[in-house]
């Protein structure tokens, strides 16, 4: 398998992690609304998962930059504009101050995380098989 497989291969595995880490904030902003877990132990959960987050999409971003894979640099760049955005003006963080406040704005980010995230996963398999198919 060549290098450009590796990376895709790779780069499912990213995004599948990162799908899963969508769908445990919209489960927890979920349980939130209903009322089954407070405020501060929410913000407390979620906020040990945000920069890692941050940093594996960028780290992904990076390996797409160093393979010249552009197409693929080019769908992410978006995403981590927004991620780079949001740590630049400290607003990555979740404030169990303001967490009912914002609790619509965070579940519509989430979920279109998620979709974009499940389109990066299903065009990253299709680059892996693809990459496998012409080794």
């Known amino acids: 398998m060549n290098l450009e497989g590796y990376l895709f291969l790779f780069a499912v595995v990213m995004a599948a992690v990162l799908l899963f880490a969508m769908v445990f904030f919209i489960i927890m902003f979920s349980d939130l609304e209903c009322d089954y877990i407070n405020p501060i132990d929410l913000c407390n959960k979620l906020n040990q998962f945000v920069l890692p987050e941050k940093f594996a999409h960028a780290f992904l971003w990076f390996m797409f930059l160093i393979n010249g894979s552009w197409i ?3 769908l992410n760049t978006p995403l981590l504009a927004w991620h780079v955005y949001k740590v630049v003006n400290n607003r990555h963080m979740y404030d169990a ?36 198919l012409n080794d």
Request: charged content about 20%; overall charge positive; glycine content about 2%.
């Open 72 to 74: 693929a640099l080019l």
């Open 97 to 132: 101050t303001e967490i009912f406040r914002t609790l619509q704005q965070h579940k519509k980010e989430c979920f279109l995380k998620l979709g974009f995230y499940l389109l990066c996963f299903f065009y990253y398999l299709y680059r892996m098989i693809l990459a496998l």
